[in-house]
């Protein structure tokens, strides 16, 4: 059975605090990974990674992928409080209709 | 605007009854997808159409069903058989194999009454 699994469930941080958030994979025939950003309601897209060690950047976040040991890293430096939301990892299955599983997201609150 | 709308945005059940949720996207793409999330679990697939006719069953199809009759629409009926229908639901689409990323409906909340 396919499985996503992030850690920590939820952390609180100070504005200007870094975060690191972990997703680990146990899954057949691995196309890429995934990460989201929910803040209402609707997860928006934030990264795909298909290879290990290279990280990918956008702004204050960044991720990179072991496709060795299974786990994939999300930083956001200097959070602000817009950072509070809840990050999804899922991993694409290379199967038919480009299946995604889900982690059961990391629930990040960033205070002023 | 291209993108993928949803509706209702809240959606209330009474029980025995069939409750059908709508999807559309003009996004021109194949594929479409339906989960649905609880606290705590993540997203979970339901179910799943490469094209317009075709469907497939997700992991957690039971006491759900779906019709793609057309490409920019994917319904998605939650039946009476679905003993625990309170969740949020999110549709989503994705260009079938050129593309991976996946795009999000803003979701339905459905409450059994």
């Known amino acids: 059975e396919d499985k996503v699994v992030q850690s920590p469930l939820s952390l609180v941080v100070h504005e200007g605090d870094t975060v690191t958030l972990n997703c680990s994979y146990e899954?057949?025939?691995?196309?890429?990974l995934l990460w989201y950003k929910q803040e209402k309601k609707a997860p928006t897209f934030l990264f795909m990674l298909?290879?290990?060690?290279i990280e990918k950047k956008s702004g204050r976040l960044s991720s990179i992928l072991d496709k060795k040991e299974l786990f994939s890293i999300l930083n956001i430096t200097a959070t602000q409080t817009g950072d509070s939301a809840v990050y999804l990892c899922?991993?694409?299955?290379?199967?038919?209709?480009?299946?995604?599983?889900f982690g059961g997201g990391t629930r990040v609150l960033v205070k002023p | 605007d291209g993108g993928i709308t949803q509706s209702p945005k809240y959606l209330f059940r009474k029980e025995g009854q069939n409750v059908t949720l709508s999807c559309e996207q003009n996004l021109n793409h194949d594929a479409m997808y339906w989960y649905r999330q609880d606290p705590g679990q993540g997203l979970r697939l339901i179910y799943y159409s490469q094209i317009v006719n075709d469907f497939q069953k997700g992991d957690i199809a039971e006491g759900y069903s779906v019709s793609r009759e057309k490409k920019e629409s994917f319904p998605l009926t939650v039946t009476s058989a679905q003993k625990n229908p309170t969740a949020f639901y999110l549709c989503?689409?994705?260009?079938?194999?050129?593309?991976?990323?996946?795009?999000f409906g803003p979701g339905t909340r459905l409450l059994v009454l």
């Open positions: 899954v057949t025939n691995f196309r890429s």
């Open positions: 989503a689409s994705s260009i079938r194999q050129l593309e991976e990323t996946q795009y």
């Open positions: 298909t290879s290990s060690g």
């Open positions: 899922a991993v694409e299955i290379l199967a038919a209709g480009n299946k995604l599983t």
